[in-house]
């Protein structure tokens, strides 16, 4: 996957949105990568917030997010967004995105757990103000 680098992190008020994205300096690997986005707030552990096999675009959400936020793939740019609409004061943290290859096959769901997760980005800010 090479070197992950996200962007697009930001500040605004409780139901707006932000797209954050991921780009990968190597690309990501049809049917065999999966990507996903973390997050942490402070004092907070990390937790898996959405996750996408490339290829087959098969997704995983946490129900926190389910309905508000979704994550796509945009493999001519080398990258994973994350689209988050209706954005809560709650949902402020660092958000970081994160890939593993050989995640399962085409038609299994993508991992969302940090421990699964070997190539991480460094991270951007989401803050929401109520």
């Known amino acids: 996957q090479g070197q992950l680098v996200e962007s697009g992190g930001g500040s605004v008020q409780a139901g707006g949105s932000l797209r954050v994205s991921c780009k990968s300096s190597?690309?990501?690997?049809?049917?065999?990568?999966?990507v996903a986005w973390f997050r942490q707030a402070p004092g907070k552990e990390r937790e898996g917030v959405a996750s996408?096999?490339?290829?087959?675009?098969?997704?995983s959400y946490a129900s926190s997010v389910t309905g508000r936020f979704t994550i796509s793939q945009d493999t001519a740019n080398r990258a994973v967004h994350l689209q988050m609409n209706i954005l809560k004061p709650e949902d402020t943290a660092m958000y970081f995105c994160?890939?593993?290859?050989?995640?399962?096959?085409?038609?299994?769901?993508?991992?969302?757990?940090?421990?699964?997760?070997?190539?991480w980005g460094q991270g951007t800010q989401v803050t929401i103000s109520s």
């Open positions: 190597s690309g990501f690997r049809w049917n065999r990568d999966c």
């Open positions: 994160a890939a593993i290859t050989e995640c399962g096959g085409p038609r299994d769901s993508p991992p969302i757990s940090a421990s699964v997760y070997k190539v």
């Open positions: 996408i096999k490339i290829g087959s675009g098969l997704t």
